[in-house]
């Protein structure tokens, strides 16, 4: 019991490491995500030295400036000539923390015209590193609508449906396998052509995955209505049935809990899921605009042959993302076996 | 009677040193009248290979609209005049000569005789008077049919004999050999039925049996599989020989296989699949560049082909539309100081080096230096300047807050936004860099990118926009075939698709020189008329141009004869030639 | 019986709500297939309008319905305007190909997915459950689209698989046997990628099915009598897991169409999704309304197959 209740706390702390860094990102961050530096497009990650090339050893850390190969175009050589000290809490670029307080001071950085990219740099020189937190608030934001719609409305649909049965049930699985079957790219394209210029990019973002996941009920949904399908059927349900036990009461007491670990799998599942279906509205034309950064666009450059074969640190992002889904999953699993302990 | 004394023959020779019709059939008057190119011999036999993006949507050469339909059906029908892709000048291919009367209204074309259709049958005047009465027909909608439409009456055709064609305009057109190329000629024993009876526009689909099919070009079908691939096969009876007086094409089949991206395109090609690869971007390249020698291939860089991307501003006139928002913002895009800060602002540079890797060329008027004949290269190519920029805000009465952000002269903050189509990688990328430039100004600037559909919508129909980066590219070197994105009243005058006359002097005088530049027959003449309108464009911005991409073309060792061209179809321009080691 | 007629008249009114609904959605969306034309340089505006009656667009809504039912009546389901022909004949070139990928790539899936879902359910935390946790957690982190390509890089530095495509040109016509063993060839690499996409999901829910049918009390008591595992496991457990992996099984058959779309598009597979794609991003209506439909009639299989099993498979239910 006691290991369990730790595994959760453990994971939900990791959790909650990766959330402050992503909503507080504009500290963590040492540049903006759209500040280009045109001298250097996908710039490999920094290296970090201890040892000049007189072989001295310095306590504070530095990094070199770096030039193009003149034997290799398109790539860098560091620039021994040029060190440049690492520094925490620095002074750099204005952002507003968390949206609301108007600040300069980053967690750390280098002087200027040093440039600290920690996982190098994209077409444009802008700061993946950078790019990967500020990412964060905006797929995080839209993972979590998302699938918090579709569980909502799935369950809400599903148990009904599974209840009362009936025409009812008819009525609502039908019309959910029409949604699944509908073609909702072009609403979605409806959507996003129907919004006028001035809507920032961001809210128009959020409210293409919300429709995703408003249309996304229906798989929730059949996977809910199965278990209050066998759920009600229990002896001890028929029996608090027989005993005048109100439809409301069943469903709370009885019915529901028996469906709240399918749905925190499903949540599991989806909120990784919804935050990775940006990438497939990437390809399609209705991702997040330049030159906003998500983890969405941060994966969808690496559908480019070029990046995928030239620069091997743009897949940096999508390795961090592993242990973010990997923890979300880890909480839910956890969650789910604290649920079922205390129903049973 | 056709007026022979108004008649002037037109040294055909002149500048085609590769090319020159046959003399040698004399005597025997059915003889064919073959035509001999002048690249090196190659051996026969073999097949190549080539990807497009998607399956042809039809065979009928009518018909087809989209590039990789045109690319495949290129292969299998012949014209009358064709422009060489490489020197862009006319030369004569089913025509063995012509001659224009000195008013330029006049046409007479004089046929190879002897030729056949790939199924064998004779090819005459009546094919050539059947195929324009067919483009011209309005019931049928070929997407041609524009181009032979001369001062807005079709032109008239008439068969003098079996081998002679007149072709009659309005007025004197200076393009006019060149509306000829591309244009497949039919073949009548086959089309004419189904064209009596009005079913010509199901005819030909896709799914045809190869032998209902008959062309002038160097390869017939063979088989189609859809969603995989099109084979043709050498057409038998073509009309050009080599050197050696071998009936050309040299190879036995070619292969189109549909692959539906450029990356994939580029991964067949580097796997060997394929042997001749266009269209493919910079960054691409210099993928494809590295393993060059080890997988047995070359590339090249060509230079910058016909496409110029441009920004330009929503300056339609919006009354009525309910859009009061871009309405006020117009004030700012109608002045011509702000259109020239907006391009004084922007890094063409940044642009040629991020976004195409150094594979592009600079633009500041419409005519890229790949367009040899007609670019105007004394215009001046002032570099980036920020401060230049902040000048003329200044002059056309903008400042700035203490935050840096530019006000208008009514103490409006200047925001706009730019739309791009996000299927482009490219454009959307300059897009990206121009907003950057211009947060340098002080404005605040959003990317808007849409899927392409929705784009043009807003460009064409709604006028729901406020900027937007684009690019076209014209089928053809010739100022003419740019008459509708210049002329005030033409379909493509993206920038104010609203005007009953020119909005303005600067647009009237566009009007007028491309008018003149249309009836002006000497070539000289001409290019100065053109190289107003590029002045014009470059200095009253309503296109911003921005870069012309290179043309970049990959082709296995083992093809010879590869002379790709920076005209499309590219590597194809000489898929006659073509032959394998 | 009744039960079985009652789904059918059901699954039909349900085509025809799905038909309705997305002429509907194609009306919203903005711009049209001739809107490309027009920025053509060459091409006039009188032109377009021309096709534009020609094809009937200027028709309004319930006209065109109308005249599409009557094509589908016919086999033909409309007209493509990219193509200049019928849609029907379109799909089923294509859709043959996208259901030899599809139904190999499920069944390699669902072969992997049972036994490893058991195995992992069977020693539940066990160090083998966590790995095969994080794995699956982690293949679910990677897009379809990015697996698709890791794949194609494979082929392309290996060289052990074709890069793309379904047969090879000489290949079609060298007889049946090695005409099909070239075929399998080419399906490796988008069936392997494709059973890769949706093992994840069936892994979790077999393993989150088997351990729910594990701990509940009729197996712990027959634990408890000391019945041996395996008979445990395949015998009393798995019917017990079935039900929600029955609805799992009809969800496979009903996206059987549609799942594959980006694979297909990457592995330039000749199947639907490249058509579906262009069709979608050239507003070609009836052919993406063709594509639907037709998946459409795969969903309403998928779910009537899993609801006659269920009834069979669950007393419960058929009681009903």
Known sequence: MLNRRYKLWATLAVLAAFHGAILFAGFFAPYGYSTQDRALPYAPPSQIHFVDRQGEFHLRPFVYGLKDDPENYGSYVEDDQQAYPLRLVVSGSPYRLAGTFALRTHLFGTDSPGRLFLLGTDGYGRDQFSRLLYGGQISLAAGWIAAGLSILFGGIIGSLAGFYGGWLDDVLMRGGELFLALPWLYLLFAVRAALPLEVAQWQVFLLLIAVIGLIGWARPARLIRGIVLSAKERNFVTAARALGASDAYLLRKHILPQTYGVMLTQMTLLVPQYILAEVTLTFLGLGVSEPMASWGTLLSSLQQYYVLVSYWWMFLPALLLIPVFLSYYAAADALQERVKSVAL | ?581 | MKFLGRRLANALLLLVGISILSFALLQWAPGSFFDSLRLDPRVSAQAVNGMRAEYGLDQPFMVRYARWIGSVLKGEMGFSLAYGASVGPLLWARAKNTLLLTTSATLLAWLLAVPIGIWSASAKGSLRDRICGIATSTLLTIPDLLLALMLLLLAVRTRWFPAGGMISVGAAHSGFWSGAADVARHLILPAFGLALATLPILVRHVRSAMIDALESPFIQAARGHGIPRSRLLFRYALPAASNPLISLAGFSIATMLSASVIIEVVLSWPGLGPLMVQAILARDAYVVIGVVMLSSVFLVIGNLVADVLLFVSDPRIRME
């Open chain 2, 1 to 581: 009677m056709v007026p022979m004394r108004g008649l002037v023959p037109i040294s055909l020779l002149v500048g085609f040193a590769c090319m020159f019709p046959v003399q040698r059939a004399q005597g025997v008057q059915t003889k064919e009248e073959r035509m001999v190119t002048g690249s090196a011999v190659g051996q026969p036999g073999g097949t190549i290979t080539v990807a497009v993006r998607s399956d042809p949507k039809t065979l009928n050469p009518v018909l087809a609209v989209d590039e990789s339909t045109r690319e495949i059906i290129d292969c299998m029908n012949a014209d009358l005049i064709h422009i060489n892709r490489e020197t862009q000048k006319t030369e004569p291919a089913l025509a063995k000569s012509w001659s224009i009367s000195r008013d330029g209204k006049i046409f007479i074309l004089h046929l190879r005789r002897g030729l056949e259709f790939s199924d064998g049958q004779p090819f005459t005047a009546d094919d050539v008077v059947f195929s324009f009465q067919v483009y011209l027909d309005e019931k049928i909608h070929s997407p041609q049919r524009d181009l032979l439409v001369v001062g807005g009456k079709p032109v008239s055709v008439k068969k003098i004999d079996e081998l002679t064609v007149e072709f009659q305009l309005t007025e004197p057109y200076a393009a006019a050999e060149r509306i000829f190329d591309g244009l497949a000629i039919l073949p009548k024993h086959i089309l004419e039925t189904a064209y009596r009876n009005g079913t010509f526009s199901k005819l030909w689909g896709v799914s045809m049996p190869p032998n209902e099919f008959a062309g002038l070009g160097a390869f017939r079908l063979k088989e189609y599989v859809p969603g995989q691939r099109i084979v043709l096969e050498r057409n038998p009876h073509y009309w050009k020989a080599d050197r050696a007086g071998r009936r050309l094409p040299y190879i036995d089949q070619l292969v189109f296989l549909f692959v539906p991206s450029e990356d994939a395109q580029v991964i067949r090609f580097q796997a060997g699949d394929t042997d001749l690869l266009s269209r493919l971007s910079a960054e691409n390249f210099a993928v494809l560049q590295r393993e060059q020698t080890l997988r047995g291939y070359k590339l090249e860089d060509l230079g910058p082909g016909l496409e110029y991307n441009f920004l330009f501003f929503n300056l339609n006139n919006l009354t009525g539309k309910k859009l009061p928002e871009i309405e006020r913002k117009q004030a700012w895009f109608e002045d011509t100081g702000f259109r020239q800060a907006v391009s004084a602002a922007i890094d063409r540079d940044g642009i040629v080096r991020l976004v195409y890797n150094g594979r592009a060329t600079p633009l500041w008027s419409q005519v890229t230096p790949g367009n040899k004949l007609w670019v105007d290269s004394s215009l001046a190519a002032p570099p980036q300047s920020l401060d230049r920029a902040r000048e003329l805000l200044r002059t056309a009465h903008f400042s700035w807050n203490s935050t840096g952000d530019l006000l208008d002269a009514r103490g409006r903050a200047v925001e706009f936004s730019i739309l791009t189509s996000s299927s482009n990688a490219e454009r959307s990328r300059i897009a990206t860099l121009i907003q950057d430039d211009l947060t340098k100004l002080g404005m605040k600037v959003h990317v808007v990118s849409l899927d392409f559909s929705a784009m043009v919508d807003r460009l064409l129909n709604s006028f729901d926009y406020e900027a937007a980066v684009m690019g076209l590219a014209s089928g053809d070197a010739d100022p003419e075939s740019e008459m509708n994105v210049w002329l005030s009243s033409g379909g493509t005058h993206l920038w104010n698709l609203t005007e009953s006359k020119p909005a303005t002097p600067w647009e009237a005088e566009i009007d007028r020189l491309m008018n003149q530049q249309q009836v002006t027959l000497d070539y000289k003449r001409r290019k100065h008329l053109y190289d107003q309108v590029q002045q014009i464009v470059a200095q009253e911005l309503p296109l911003v141009c921005l870069a012309s991409p290179h043309i970049l073309v990959g082709a296995k060792n083992r093809v010879g004869n590869f002379h790709p061209a920076i005209l499309a179809p590219y590597v194809l321009a000489n898929v006659d030639e073509l032959y394998v080691h």
